[in-house]
C-alpha cells in the first residue's frame, strides 16, 4: 500500500510540475512576443525619425543583429534597402501585408510566413515623411525554440522537480500511513483515526465483539455436550450393570448348587429376561446414538402414510394392549409426509406404547391422524396413569423416568421419549404434551407436509 501510495503521490506531483511548466512555456511565449513587438514599434519609431531627418544611407553603416531586419520600401515598393539581404536581389515589396497597411493607413502589421527568410515572421512598417515605408521584422519566439533554448537549466530543474517529488511522495505516504499501521483493531483509539477509517474500524469491532460471543457461546455449548456425554456414560454404565448383576447372581447360585432342581426353570427365567431387558436397552442405546451422530442418511426419506402407519403400528401392539386390558382404537384421515419410514414408525410405537404401558386395566388408547394447516399431526390420548407437572419437561431426557421401578417393571428403559426427542427432530417435526396425574396424557406428534417445514423444536405444555 505504501509503495502505491508513493506512485500514486508522485505521479500527481509529476502532472502538477508538468503542467505548469507547460503553462509557463505558453506565458513566456506571450510575454516574449510582446516585449519584442513593443521593441519593435519602439526601434521603428526611433529610426523613423532619423530617416525623416537625414538621407537613408547611415544605415548601410550600422551594426546589425541578425534576429532583427530592417527594410526600406519606396512607394511604388521597390527594396531601398535591407539589412539582411542586398537591396537588389529582392523583388517588389509592394504587395507585403504590413507594407499595403502602412502605405495605406500610415502603419502596419502583421504575422506570417517570409518567402525571404523562410520563416514565420512578426512584421511591422511606417510610412515616412517621404512616403517610403520603413519595416521591421522579427522571428517570434515560439515553444520548441525557447525549450531548446533553455534546455540544461530545464533538465536540472526536472531533475530536481523528480528527486523532491520523491522525497515529499515518500514522507507523504508514511504520514498517511502512521495512523493505519499503528491502528490496534481490538482497542482502536479514535483520536488518531481518520474519520474515513471509522465505520469501517467499529464494524470490526463489532464483528470481533460478535466472534468472541459465538466462541465462548460454542465453548459453553462444547463443555455442555461434554458434560451430558458424561451423564449419559455414567447412566448406560448404571443401567447395564444392574441387568448384568442379576445375571451373574442367578448363575452364581445355580453354579454353587444353592438352587433345588424344581426352581431352576424359575431362575434361568429371570436371567432370560434380564438378558432381553439387556438386548433391549443395548439396542435402544444404539438407535439414539446412531440418531444422536446424524447417521440415517437422506435417501431414506420416502413419501409415508401416516394413517396405515399408525394402524400397522396399533396392530403390533394389539397384544400387548390386550394383556394390559387397555382399549386400543385407531382412527382419522389419510395424511402423506415425506421421511423415514422406520424412524416415524419407531416413534409412533414408542409413543403408543407408552400411553399403554402407563395406562390401568380397563383404560383406553386412541391414536388418531389429522391435518392441521400445512402439518399432519398423530394425537395419542391415553386414560393412564398421567404425568406430574414437574416432571413433563425433562421426561424427553435420557434415563429420566417419572417412577423407576414402574418403568423397570413394565419394561421401560428410559430412553424411548428421547429416541422420539431426536426423531422428530430430524424431522423438523414438532411435539406437544399435555397431561394430568389420574385422568391420563395427550401426545401430538406433528409433521411438516411441506417441504423444509419449520425448524426442530420440542416443546411441552402441562
Ligand atoms: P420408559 O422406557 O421408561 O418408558 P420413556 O423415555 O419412554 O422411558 O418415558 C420416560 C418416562 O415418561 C417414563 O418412565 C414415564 O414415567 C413417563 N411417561 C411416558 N409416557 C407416559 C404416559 N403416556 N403416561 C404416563 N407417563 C408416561
Not at 481490538?186 to 463489532?206: G, T, W
Not at 460471543?213 to 449419559?232: A, C, N, P, T, Y
Amino acid at each position: 500500500m505504501r509503495n502505491k501510495l508513493i506512485k500514486q503521490i508522485f505521479i500527481a506531483c509529476m502532472a502538477v510540475f508538468v503542467m505548469s511548466f507547460g503553462m509557463m512555456l505558453v506565458a513566456m511565449t506571450d510575454y516574449y512576443g510582446r516585449k519584442s513587438q513593443k521593441e519593435m514599434q519602439e526601434n521603428a519609431a526611433f529610426l523613423a525619425s532619423l530617416l525623416n531627418a537625414q538621407d537613408w544611407q547611415f544605415l548601410e553603416e550600422m551594426e546589425h543583429q541578425s534576429d532583427l531586419r530592417i527594410t526600406l520600401v519606396s512607394p511604388e515598393g521597390a527594396v531601398i534597402f535591407d539589412s539582411l539581404h542586398p537591396a537588389q536581389t529582392l523583388g517588389n515589396h509592394g504587395d507585403r501585408e504590413e507594407i499595403q497597411m502602412a502605405l495605406q493607413q500610415g502603419e502596419g502589421r502583421s504575422v506570417r510566413y517570409s518567402e525571404t527568410l523562410q520563416k514565420r515572421t512578426d512584421n511591422y512598417a511606417v510610412r515616412l515623411e517621404n512616403g517610403s515605408v520603413l519595416r521591421l521584422s522579427i522571428v517570434p519566439h515560439v515553444v520548441p525554440e525557447l525549450i531548446l533554448s533553455m534546455l540544461n537549466p530545464m533538465l536540472v530543474v526536472i531533475f530536481m522537480a523528480m528527486l523532491l517529488s520523491v522525497v515529499l511522495a515518500s514522507q507523504f505516504a508514511k504520514r498517511i500511513m502512521q495512523p493505519i499501521n499503528r491502528l490496534d483493531v481490538e482497542n482502536p483509539d479514535d483520536r488518531y483515526l481518520y474519520d474515513e477509517m471509522k465505520p469501517f474500524v467499529h464494524r470490526i469491532m463489532a464483528q470481533n465483539k460478535q466472534i468472541y460471543k459465538q466462541m465462548s457461546e460454542l465453548k459453553e455449548e462444547h463443555s455442555k455436550q461434554d458434560e451430558m456425554r458424561r451423564e449419559f456414560t455414567a447412566n448406560v454404565s448404571h443401567e447395564l450393570k444392574t441387568p448384568l448383576t442379576s445375571i451373574s447372581g442367578f448363575a452364581e447360585i445355580i453354579r454353587d448348587g444353592f438352587v433345588q432342581e424344581k426352581d431352576i426353570p424359575h431362575f434361568a427365567d429371570n436371567i432370560y429376561n434380564e438378558a432381553q431387558r439387556l438386548i433391549v436397552l443395548v439396542n435402544d442405546i444404539l438407535k439414539l446414538s446412531r440418531l444422536e451422530e446424524g447417521v440415517t442418511v437422506q435417501d431414506e426419506m420416502t413419501n409415508v402414510e401416516l394413517k396405515s402407519l399408525c394402524e400397522e403400528v396399533s396392530q403390533r401392539l394389539a397384544l400387548n394392549a390386550e394383556k394390559c386390558g387397555v382399549q386400543l382404537t385407531c382412527g382419522g384421515v389419510p395424511a402423506e409426509i415425506q421421511g423415514v419410514r422406520n424412524m416415524i414408525e419407531e416413534i409412533i410405537y414408542n409413543v403408543c406404547d407408552n400411553a399403554i404401558k402407563y395406562n390401568r386395566e380397563g383404560g383406553s388408547v386412541a391414536i388418531s391422524v389429522e391435518t392441521v394447516e400445512n402439518k399432519a399431526c398423530v394425537r395419542v390420548k391415553d386414560t393412564g396413569i398421567g404425568i406430574p407437572k414437574a416432571d413433563i419437561d425433562r421426561v424427553f431426557e435420557r434415563f429420566y423416568r417419572v417412577n423407576k421401578s414402574h418403568s423397570k417393571e413394565v419394561g421401560g428403559t428410559g430412553l424411548g421419549l428421547s429416541i422420539v426427542k431426536h426423531g422428530m427432530a430430524f424431522h423438523n417435526a414438532s411435539i406437544t404434551i399435555e397431561s394430568e396425574v389420574d385422568v391420563g396424557t395427550e401426545i401430538c406428534l406433528y409433521f411438516p407436509m411441506k417441504e423444509g417445514g419449520e425448524p426442530p423444536q420440542v416443546s411441552c405444555f402441562a
